[in-house]
């Protein structure tokens, strides 16, 4: 059996020896490989270089040691990217169209407004059935994809679609039922 499978095998039980040793051959690779996809951004780079390892070690027991590691982690890594660039779009349009709907001399009370904005959205959230709210923190929060909430969760990828609709219909009707409905256009491209 090749050194790498007898690792995963071992990892797959909770073996920490074996965790450190696929952390200490992939980090500098995939540390490498993440730094190219973002050109330099080195925060970011050890950002995910973390998180891989840390989705590695929550979801040892399903790795399958016959399958390429490294596959494994750089598709992780590309996903876990793929997410933050598409926050970072959402914010960027988020913020343009902010700019456009503030007028300068009343910045402070749009502020205020956004402000208590957000945290009826938190009530909102905290509203919702509790396998609807994981699901939706998950996704929005976390950045998780529907693959993956729905590995984690044990539910089927059509349900975690489900579950993210119904979520965002019900904030979008309890949000556009208190606020000017240009404002829930803008917060909601980020839900």
Known sequence: MHEEQLH???LKNGDITAFDYLYNKWSGKLYNFVMKMTTGENYLAEEIVQQVFIKIWEN???LDPEKTFSTFIFTIAKN???NIHQK???ELLYQKNLIHYIPA???TEKEVEFRMLEEYINTLIEQLPPARKEVFVLSRRHLYSNKEIAK???I???TVESQLRKAISFLRKKISQHYNYSIPLLVLCLL
């Open 8 to 10: 995963i095998r071992n």
């Open 60 to 62: 040892k027991s399903s």
């Open 80 to 82: 876990l990217l793929s």
């Open 88 to 90: 970072r779009i959402n």
């Open 105 to 107: 001399e009343n910045t």
């Open 152 to 154: 984690k969760l044990n």
């Open 156 to 158: 089927s990828e059509n």
